[in-house]
């Protein structure tokens, strides 16, 4: 089972960027689509956003389309996720999943993401 690692998280204040980085320890890192996913205190997970094994597609919540991007560098084995125009709202702890199927199969131990307004 592929191990994830998130980093990059911290505290911001509102309007500035973020950048944070998955990475996995599985060398076949390309056969899993990956996706971003955050819990904000009080409230249930919520997805962000994910990008194909190739990288080729990707998917966005509205909350955060126009704002976030992710990417990925298939030959470091790691996902990342731009977070630019940062809101309080955006305030949570974002975990990296990873899915070689319909569900998302492993998770990462997250990083917490705080903006102040």
């Known amino acids: 089972q592929v191990q994830l690692v998130e980093s990059g998280g911290g505290l911001v204040q509102a309007g500035n960027s973020l950048r944070l980085s998955c990475a996995a320890s599985d060398p076949t890192f390309s056969s899993y689509a990956m996706g971003w996913f955050r819990r904000a205190p009080g409230k249930e997970r919520e997805f962000v956003a994910s990008?194909?094994?190739?990288?080729?597609?990707?998917y966005y919540a509205d909350s955060v389309k126009d704002r976030f991007t992710i990417s990925r560098e298939i030959t470091k084995n790691t996902v990342h996720l731009q977070m630019n125009r940062l809101k309080p709202e955006d305030t949570a702890v974002y975990y990296c999943?990873?899915?070689?199927?319909?569900?998302?199969?492993?998770w990462g131990q997250g990083t917490q993401v705080t903006v102040s307004s």
């Open positions: 990008i194909s094994r190739g990288g080729g597609s990707t």
């Open positions: 999943a990873a899915s070689r199927g319909e569900s998302y199969d492993c």
